[in-house]
């Protein structure tokens, strides 16, 4: 009877003694557990948001750890539970050394939140607000395309291709969604942007009668003006021929013809601006508007350059030096630059060269009637080539 007394108490002694042991141990590995999953979840937002940021690389060796000290933790629980029934005790000094790696990777996570917590509890917040954005965004879109359709505009080109793109970016939100949460942001912020689109669109329809019938008069005005100035082509053509030599205009011998040709294409888009404004369809005129101005900048561009070469010639005619001293003037500025960067050895004969062009250029300029456009050929080509040198020059380093 004494006997079985002594096997009791020691049962008992021991049972409070294991008890002891699982209570420090489980205090240790909840409180690692409750800080890793905090921890974890910001990661697992971190990588959803913003996967650029590499989190989860970063918190690998930090979680690895947790997961060795909670396999120890299991480990070291059976042996109690064997223990408790009269096994084997385990030395305390396991007990401590298992609790002192719970805390140490615990310790380990603290370290890594604070160390990123700016970032990680703000990837909580965006990761938490997506359901309510998406709601946010699909409801946004959905009343924009009910305004779409109650408009007396929604025929427009620009409204019908941007309610195309809401509706389609509805059906990749809801593709999105089931990818994941990062996906689903992305697709919710590109439909929030086409939506705004739409109701751009919406807002702008109303002005763009009037902006197409002040487009189409301003476009008409300006046909009249380069046809005026087609007319002065001809009488120019034949002042340069009559004056100059042959080749100073034989790169325009064309010019009148073809800027005719433009003024005609520009008036045929009026035409067709005109028909698809009385229809109603000012996006169409503007659009016609548009092209016909582009015509007519070339038209005015081919018209221009014979006007302009009559004077251009004229001026050198009267004083041919002066273009000449206006190229020296830029190789002094490159050759003194030369200088100053100790670039002679480089540049300085190739710069030399530009001189020896200019004095030949100048003796091109005999006969009767000199070809002074291949005189202002040349000199300016010797000026853009100078021009690339000390770009270069100065590009070097000192």
């Avoid at 629980?77 to 096994?87: F, K, V």
């Avoid at 939506?195 to 301003?218: F, N, V, W």
């Avoid at 229809?279 to 005129?285: G, I, R, T, Y």
Wanted: include cysteine; glycine fraction near 6%.
């Amino acid at each position: 009877m004494a006997g079985r007394r002594r096997g009791w108490f020691r049962s008992s002694r021991n049972n409070e003694w294991v008890e002891q042991a699982r209570h420090a141990l489980t205090s240790a590995f909840l409180d690692m557990d409750r800080r890793q999953s905090i921890a974890e979840a910001a990661v697992t937002a971190s990588a959803q948001m913003f996967p650029e940021r590499a989190m989860v690389r970063r918190w690998e060796p930090v979680r690895a750890r947790c997961y060795d000290a909670a396999t120890a933790y299991l480990a070291l629980g059976e042996r109690l539970d064997l223990a408790e029934r009269d096994g084997p005790r385990v030395p305390q000094p396991e007990i401590d050394t298992a609790i002192r790696r719970l805390g140490d990777a615990a310790r380990g996570v603290d370290e890594f939140y604070r160390g990123n917590q700016a970032h990680l509890e703000h990837s909580v917040a965006v990761f938490e607000s997506v359901p309510q954005l998406v709601q946010q965004v699909r409801g946004a879109a959905g009343e924009a395309l009910l305004a779409m359709a109650d408009s007396a505009y929604a025929g427009y080109r620009s409204v019908r291709r941007a309610a195309t793109a809401v509706d389609e970016g509805l059906v990749t939100l809801d593709g999105a969604i089931a990818t994941g949460v990062g996906a689903a942001r992305d697709a919710a912020t590109r439909l929030e942007t086409l939506t705004r689109a739409l109701s751009s669109a919406l807002e702008d329809a109303p002005g763009k009668q009037h902006s197409a019938s002040i487009a189409l008069s301003s476009a008409s005005t300006r046909l009249s003006a380069a046809e005026h100035r087609c007319e002065r082509v001809g009488p120019a053509f034949s002042t340069l021929l009559r004056e100059f030599n042959a080749a100073s205009s034989a790169d325009l011998a064309n010019n009148e013809r073809e800027s005719r040709k433009y003024i005609r294409a520009a008036e045929a888009e009026l035409t067709r601006a005109r028909a698809a404004l009385a229809k109603n369809d000012p996006e169409q005129a503007l659009d016609l508007t548009t092209s016909a101005r582009a015509h007519l900048a070339t038209a005015e561009e081919r018209a221009d350059a014979v006007t302009d070469r009559l004077a251009l010639l004229r001026e050198v005619r009267a004083d041919p030096q002066q273009k000449v001293k206006a190229v020296r003037f830029k190789l002094r500025d490159a050759q003194m630059l030369a200088v100053h960067r100790d670039l002679v050895a480089e540049w300085g004969s190739v710069l030399d060269a530009q001189s020896d062009r200019i004095d030949r250029a100048t003796a091109g300029l005999t006969g009767r009637h000199p070809d002074y456009w291949a005189f202002v050929s040349e000199l300016d080509a010797s000026a853009a080539f100078i021009a690339g040198v000390v770009d270069r020059m100065r590009k070097a380093k000192k």
